[in-house]
């Protein structure tokens, strides 16, 4: 069983920035999987942000964070995070990390961490 643990949330004004990391806990480790960073706002669906292929050659971005978001991955670490500039109060949510061997950025991904609140607000 894989443990995801997200951490780095916090508070910022517009215009500010965070990073959140992801790593995986225990014996195991996030090599060879497939990691997205998802968000969910009140009364929202959750939504895939920014994925990154095992290797970290390829990464995918919604198109409200083309631009703001990166999606770094360190595998000496163990550890994906996700950098992000420029905040806005729209990117106001629960992130999660999300983790699985096949799926590609997807809502049905077989591991999740338990979620950090970013809220950006004057």
């Known amino acids: 069983q894989l443990q995801i643990v997200e951490s780095g949330g916090g508070s910022v004004q517009p215009g500010g920035s965070l990073r959140l990391s992801c790593v995986a806990s225990?014996?195991?480790?996030?090599?060879?999987?497939?990691v997205g960073w998802f968000r969910q706002a009140p009364g929202k669906e959750r939504e895939g942000v920014a994925c990154i292929s095992p290797s970290g050659r390829t990464k995918n971005y919604i198109d409200s964070v083309k631009g703001r978001f990166t999606i770094p991955r360190d595998n000496a670490k163990n550890t994906v995070y996700l950098q992000m500039n420029s905040l806005k109060p729209e990117d106001t949510a629960v992130y999660f990390c999300?983790?699985?061997?096949?799926?590609?950025?997807?809502?049905?991904?077989?591991?999740w961490g338990q979620g950090a609140q970013v809220t950006v607000s004057s």
């Open positions: 225990g014996l195991r480790s996030l090599d060879g999987y497939n």
């Open positions: 999300a983790a699985d061997y096949r799926r590609w950025c997807s809502n049905s991904s077989d591991y």
